[in-house]
């Protein structure tokens, strides 16, 4: 089982490729874990006018990113990427970011 240590929600920073340094929350993730939806990262797609679209033209729709191009944003350093550790905690497993120590909501 592919378990992903960044959840919806989560403030991401993004690593690698075109939108690099990009910083937001994560609005979705794929079914397989492989991509995540940062709000704020759209891709630009030209559609043909349709029965549907009358239109047609330029539009912004939600661009994935792979999920080894973002890493977690340290909530106490902000604008800080970090990495995710595991800790127990009052007998419940929780997320930790490793740069800081501070737990991970």
């Known amino acids: ?3 992903s240590k960044i959840l919806r929600g989560d403030v991401v920073k ?3 490729g075109s939108h690099k340094g990009k910083i937001g929350p994560v609005v979705k993730l794929s079914k397989d874990k492989k991509r995540v939806y940062v ?3 759209v891709a630009i797609k030209h559609a043909k006018p349709s029965q549907t679209d009358q239109e047609g ?3 912004e729709i939600p661009a994935g990113v792979d999920i080894s191009n973002v890493s977690l944003v ?3 350093v902000k604008d800080s990427a970090t ?3 595991y800790k127990i905690a009052d007998g419940k497993k929780v997320r930790i ?3 800081s120590g501070s737990e991970v909501k």
């Open 97 to 99: 970011a490793k740069k």
């Open 14 to 16: 993004v690593i690698a």
């Open 57 to 59: 033209g330029i539009r």
């Open 1 to 3: 089982m592919n378990k």
């Open 39 to 41: 709000e704020g990262i």
């Open 74 to 76: 340290d909530p106490k």
């Open 83 to 85: 990495r995710v550790g």
